[in-house]
């Protein structure tokens, strides 16, 4: 089951990189950088489980906790892998993108 699901975020992340780098200029957006978020964090107010949600939340705390997971000073299954994927420039991209959206 576990094995399925770190597959799949794999994948996900994979895809998303793909995409995000495939826009004009080379830079990708916070759009295309947060689709390989929304295939495990719900775009809803609450998580699910541990998973939290992710709209709404304040950029500094989203850049915060990505750089600790890059790290390694913040523990996870998969984020450390998927953090590690990303420049700081794109967390910060990223983390913008999230805390401008509204939660569902």
Not at 13 to 37: D, M
């Given at each position: 089951?576990?094995?399925?699901?770190?597959v799949?975020?794999?994948?996900?992340y994979?895809?998303?990189?793909?995409?995000?780098?495939?826009?004009?200029?080379?830079?990708?957006?916070?759009?295309n950088?947060?689709?390989?978020?929304?295939?495990?964090?719900?775009?809803g107010?609450?998580?699910?489980?541990?998973?939290?949600?992710?709209?709404?939340?304040?950029?500094?705390?989203l850049?915060?906790?990505m750089?600790?997971?890059?790290?390694?000073?913040?523990?996870?299954?998969?984020m450390?892998q998927?953090?590690k994927g990303?420049?700081?420039?794109?967390?910060?991209t990223?983390?913008?993108?999230?805390?401008?959206?509204?939660a569902?």
């Amino acid at each position: 089951m576990i094995f399925r699901f770190l597959v799949a975020a794999l994948l996900a992340y994979a895809t998303s990189i793909s995409l995000a780098w495939s826009q004009e200029g080379g830079q990708p957006s916070g759009r295309n950088l947060a689709a390989a978020c929304a295939s495990c964090h719900p775009t809803g107010k609450a998580g699910q489980g541990k998973i939290p949600a992710l709209a709404g939340r304040q950029k500094d705390f989203l850049v915060r906790r990505m750089l600790e997971f890059k790290s390694g000073d913040r523990p996870a299954t998969v984020m450390q892998q998927i953090a590690k994927g990303y420049t700081d420039a794109q967390i910060e991209t990223l983390s913008a993108y999230l805390a401008a959206q509204k939660a569902d």
